[in-house]
């Protein structure tokens, strides 16, 4: 049975600083693994796709980057800023259209 | 088309009560996904419909839920005789075919009283 863990589970930093948020999972037959951002009682903003072939993605600040073997992912943020803070989740995509979603690593971002 | 949309964004109902939910997904969008997330965890994957076949069930949607997407376009999820244990946001999700990035909708959220 696939888990997706997310450590840490809460962050806080002060503007400015760059953070690496974790994601682990148990099983490394995926076909790709994305990170979200969710707001206080909002949905979900995807922000970065990675197919299981690929080794990372980059969006602006963002940088995700995925080792299927090893089952994990990171996603790194760039010169924090407190318009960042949010809960931010991975979720990986099985076979079946299925998807295992981590419980989240709420962020913190300090003016 | 702005996105995934849901309706309606908060329900209130009392226990016992049916509430039904409608979702929208991006127009050019055959694959629909229904979610469902608790306070301070992860959405937790409940149905899936490619077009208007529903395709995938998990074992968390009970027989008092049912999902339907008669045209392949919007979709309804219905709740019958609510409990307290379904306060939750129940979140939708649309994509195209193959393995692209899902887009999430505001979400529904349910509080049973």
């Known amino acids: 049975k696939q888990e997706v863990t997310q450590i840490p589970a809460a962050l806080s930093v002060p503007e400015g600083e760059n953070l690496v948020l974790n994601c682990s999972f148990t099983d490394s037959a995926i076909y790709n693994l994305q990170w979200f951002r969710q707001d206080p009682g909002k949905g979900l903003t995807s922000l970065l796709l990675?197919?299981?072939?690929?080794r990372e993605q980059t969006s602006g600040r963002l940088n995700a980057s995925l080792d299927k073997s090893s089952g994990r992912s990171t996603l790194y943020i760039a010169a924090s800023q407190p318009g960042d803070s949010a809960t931010y989740l991975c979720?990986?995509?099985?076979?079946?259209?299925?998807?295992?979603f981590g419980a989240g690593t709420r962020l913190f971002v300090k003016a | 088309d702005t996105g995934v949309s849901q309706n309606p964004r908060h329900k209130i109902t009392k226990r016992g009560q049916n509430v039904t939910f409608r979702c929208d997904p991006i127009s050019e969008h055959n694959r629909l996904y229904w979610y469902r997330q608790t306070l301070g965890q992860g959405p937790e994957f409940l149905t899936y419909f490619q077009n208007e076949a529903q395709l995938e069930k998990s074992r968390l949607l009970s027989d008092r839920f049912s999902a339907e997407r008669p045209k392949g376009s919007f979709s309804t999820l219905e709740i019958q005789r609510t409990e307290q244990g379904d306060s939750a946001m129940y979140l939708c999700a649309s994509s195209e075919t193959g393995l692209t990035e899902a887009f999430f909708g505001q979400g529904t959220r349910l509080t049973v009283v």
């Open positions: 979720a990986v995509r099985l076979g079946g259209f299925k998807t295992i």
């Open positions: 990675i197919q299981s072939s690929q």
